[in-house]
Every structure is written in C-alpha cells, then in structure tokens.
C-alpha cells in the first residue's frame, strides 16, 4: 500500500451484480476493515451500442447485459451488515466501457478488487476481458477474488 494515512486509504471494487461480483465486495469490505480504508463499491453498465443487422444489436461482442433494477446500495448495504463493518462504503452506477471507468476510479487508489470472470464461454470472454485490461492497466495494486480462494487467504487475516 501508498504512504499515506490509514484514514485516507481507499478499496475500489468493480462489482458485475454476479455472485462473483459480491464476494468481491464481500473481500474487499474485510481488508477495509483491517486497514481502516473507504470502499467505493462501482457497477458499471455498457453503453449500448446498435449494430443494426446483428443478434446483438443492443449488446454487442456477446455481451452480457447487467440486470436492470439490480439493487447494488442494497446489496453491499447486505454485505456491510453481515460483515458487521464498522467503515465508509459508497456505491456508484456509472455507464460507459468498464475497464475504463474502474482504471479512470482506481487512479488515485489503494487498491483495486475484481470478482473472477463469470463461468462459461461467453461470460469468460466479456468479463474476463475488463479483468485483464484492467490487471494489465491498473495505476494500483489489483486483487482478482476468485470464490474458491475468497475465504482462505487475506493479507490482513491472522
């Protein structure tokens, strides 16, 4: 982590609305925690983009729209309470490409949380694509929870 006070430590985490996506929060609300740090929980939705002609006009490359109505505040509010942390969380619903708008909000991080790619071919291949972008960019350390290690390892846990 960065020289700076542990008040002024921040966890940005990228969240899809998938169970993957809250195990993330889930993480990174922990390390919060442990480290005094803000969470600034991001859900990002896609632009839509009309590729008239094609079987995904309005999601293109096989991309997987994110549930609309997803109650994200709710749910990390969910987590938050289960968790019992005692810690600042904000939660954001940008729009746009979301490797992008999470590298744009980790500038300035400590770091950088991720879910693991969602399971099958496709979900792979669209999310794991911002997870890479993301892994490869990132201006902080970046921490890709997969749910099989989520419980077992944590820099902070005794």
């Not at 430590?9 to 480290?35: K, P, S």
């Not at 969470?39 to 293109?60: C, S, W």
């Not at 994200?72 to 810690?87: G, P, Y």
């Not at 892994?135 to 350390?141: G, L, V």
Request: aromatic fraction near 4%; include cysteine.
């Amino acid at each position: 982590m960065n020289q700076q006070s542990a008040h002024e430590r921040r966890i940005v985490v990228g969240t899809d609305g998938t169970a993957h996506g809250e195990e993330a929060v889930r993480w990174a609300i922990g390390e919060a925690r442990a480290l005094g740090a803000r969470v600034e929980v991001i859900l990002v939705r896609p632009k839509d983009v009309l590729l008239p002609g094609t079987p995904f006009a309005l999601q293109p490359h096989g991309r997987l729209p994110i549930q609309d109505g997803y109650p994200l505040a709710k749910e990390v509010a969910r987590i938050h309470d289960e968790l019992a942390a005692d810690l600042a969380v904000e939660t954001s619903v940008r729009t746009g490409d979301p490797a992008s708008v999470l590298l744009d909000a980790a500038e300035g991080a400590d770091l950088l949380v991720l879910g693991s790619p969602s399971e099958g071919r496709i979900g792979r291949l669209v999310f794991g694509s911002v997870a890479a972008a993301c892994i490869r960019h990132a201006p902080c350390p970046t921490v890709l929870v997969t749910p099989q290690a989520a419980h077992r390892f944590s820099p902070t846990s005794s």
